[in-house]
């Protein structure tokens, strides 16, 4: 098992920035991608960024890319999402999770944390 925990959410406005974290423990973190996904009132799942196992790789949701960074510092077990320029379209709770695969699937991810709303007012 691996227990994820997020944690940076909150209130902002448009145009500002915020961090998130994701705290890991549990099995071998580095065994895991990781990825962060979002989910907006009466909107599915979607995936928002993903890194893979050792950082070399990341991927981006075309809403996010030149304004979201992931990130993951394996020594500490834990990864971030910068989010800067936000949108009130951003707004969402915000999902961090892992599994074997850096994929945009969000059913391939085994562990899934307990969210952290981000809420962009205009």
């Known amino acids: 098992q691996v227990q994820l925990v997020e944690s940076g959410g909150g209130l902002v406005q448009a145009g500002g920035s915020l961090r998130l974290s994701c705290a890991a423990s549990g099995r071998t973190f580095t065994n895991y991608a990781m990825g962060w996904f979002r989910q907006a009132p009466g909107k599915e799942r979607e995936f928002v960024a993903g890194i893979s196992r050792s950082g070399g790789s990341t991927y981006y949701a075309d809403s996010v890319k030149g304004r979201f960074t992931i990130s993951r510092d394996n020594a500490k077990n834990t990864i971030h999402l910068q989010m800067n320029s936000l949108k009130p379209e951003d707004t969402a709770v915000y999902y961090c999770?892992?599994?074997?695969?850096?994929?945009?699937?969000?059913?391939?991810?085994?562990?899934w944390g307990q969210g952290t709303q981000v809420t962009v007012s205009s």
């Open positions: 999770a892992g599994g074997r695969l850096l994929v945009v699937a969000g059913a391939s991810y085994d562990y």
